[in-house]
């Protein structure tokens, strides 16, 4: 028999909105890769049980922006004050010359290790690290690493055809490719990993770096109608902070979001990471076409960038998801951290919007700007809508058996009185007793069967050592 039984939750989360965010349950049954029931359920002849005592279920997180190249490069002292455009030129534009073949791949192996570790089963990674002639393959290096945990991969296939004046200026600048080269690459990329499939395990999506910097205008339309053609979607970095809406007006005359508009950059096969500084024109542009964003709280406020209207763009039809972008502005690339950031920055948003009664305000508010069962939703059924996998909508019977089960045994989450909120809102890593991706545990009892983590720590010590010798 393939059926597990999840027996004695405490809790379920399901990601799905309004009064079906919780189900009681207490029990779950997986049969192969499925949810087949929920409630209380007596086990079957020879069913394998799992005893999920004191244990929340969430749906298991699905990240819809990182760059895993960065997880060698966290707190980086010439970048960890900086804002965007300084931080980009002090660390990721100067190292990402310096990885070759070994050192790209122990850097997706620790990104991936540290998601899935958090209860991530689906990971969509922005990789822009690619240039003309060069000796190895990073599309490949991410599949094969991928498989390897088990995990479900997005691969954002980055580019740029031009560079800006800052990346030109530096000694370790990589030469941008070829509008044809990139389009060659992702026919090829289609063919050999995307699967389309509503229970896809890979996918590949047309990712320049920005729509602003990365390509000409005439190029992104290309490169959009070429992605569509091939049954792609589109990903890219908009509005993160202030410089896209000079850089737009001045190049162009217009908003980032408008001049997405004209290159046919907007849509419901299209999601943007960040979308901080936006007005309200632009939202509700964005809105009204379904184009979805990838919410990253932690490096918009260790950049400096700010904290994205995520209420109003919900309100105004925007698909939510959340994403941890680069570990080189995050640190801490998880999906706990980043969803309890999430939960606390929406609320402080709204307070620092809220102004007093007695200047014609509303006084006090803001704390239900985002309700844990918000964060859950964006940060799982919202992702997979974002990715198109209309499999994982939550946890419900006939949907992907893609599910986290949290311990709640260390002290910060003694004494809640409603443990299903733990994992988002005391934050800290809940002890994973199981990680189900597509009905396979690939946690037990928070481990990764095979992985030797105190070799991994070995291992990119002795990699920071050899990016600073080299820098």
């Known amino acids: 028999m393939s059926t597990l039984l999840i027996r004695n939750l405490q809790a379920i989360m399901t990601g799905l909105p309004g ?86 791949r122990l850097a997706a192996r620790i990104g991936m290790v540290e998601l899935l570790r958090s209860g991530c089963g689906t990971i969509a990674d922005h990789n822009y690290l690619y240039y003309p002639g060069m000796p190895f393959d990073t599309s490949e290096i991410l599949f094969e690493e991928a498989e ?3 995990l479900r991969f997005v691969l954002c296939r980055g580019t740029a055809t031009r560079t800006r004046q800052l990346e030109a200026e530096l000694p370790s600048a990589l030469r941008p490719e070829k509008l044809d080269g990139f389009l060659q690459d992702m026919g090829r990329l289609a063919r050999r990993f995307h699967d389309p499939s509503p229970s896809s395990m890979r996918r590949v999506v047309m990712a320049p770096t920005t729509p602003l910097y990365s390509a000409a205008p005439e190029e992104m339309r290309e490169i959009a109608a070429a992605g569509r053609e091939l049954g792609l979607r589109l990903h890219s970095h908009l509005s993160e902070t202030v410089g896209y809406q000079d850089s737009a007006q001045a190049m162009h005359g217009c908003s980032p979001v408008e001049f997405c508009e004209r290159i046919g950059w907007l849509g419901r096969d299209v999601w943007f990471a960040h979308l901080v500084k936006l007005d309200e024109q632009e939202i509700r542009l964005l809105g009204a076409t379904g184009t979805g964003i990838a919410h990253c709280p932690q490096s918009n406020g260790r950049l400096g960038s700010g904290i994205a209207p995520i209420r109003a763009l919900e309100a105004a039809g925007v698909p939510v998801s959340i994403g941890v972008d680069g570990a080189a502005s995050n640190e801490a690339a998880d999906m706990i951290s980043e969803t309890h950031a999430a939960w606390l920055m929406q609320r402080a948003r709204g307070g620092q919007l809220a102004t007093p009664a007695c200047r014609g305000g509303a006084g006090e508010q803001g704390a239900d700007e985002a309700t844990v069962e918000d964060v859950v939703r964006w940060g799982s059924s919202g992702g997979a809508r974002v990715l198109g996998l209309e499999a994982l909508d939550g946890l419900r019977v006939g949907q992907q058996a893609d599910i986290a ?67």
């Open 405 to 471: 089960l949290y311990r709640l045994d260390d002290p910060r989450y003694f004494g809640l009185h409603d443990p299903a909120i733990g994992p988002v809102a005391s934050g800290g890593r809940p002890f994973l007793k199981a990680l189900l991706v597509a009905g396979r545990d690939i946690v037990r009892d928070d481990a990764i069967p095979g992985l030797d983590l105190a070799d991994l720590g070995r291992q990119a010590r002795a990699a920071v050592a050899t990016l600073l010798a080299g820098s």
């Open 19 to 104: 009064s079906a965010a919780r189900h009681a349950g207490p029990d779950m049954r997986i049969d192969g890769d499925t949810i087949a029931a929920i409630g209380r359920l007596a086990p079957l002849p020879g069913e394998r049980v799992l005893d999920a005592t004191d244990c929340v279920a969430y749906p298991a997180w699905v990240n819809t922006h990182h760059h895993l190249f960065q997880s060698l490069l966290k707190g980086d002292p010439l970048g960890i004050n900086a804002t965007l455009t300084p931080w980009l030129a002090a660390t990721p534009y100067l190292y990402r010359a310096k990885f070759d073949a070994q050192l790209f």
């Open 148 to 150: 390897r945990l088990g």
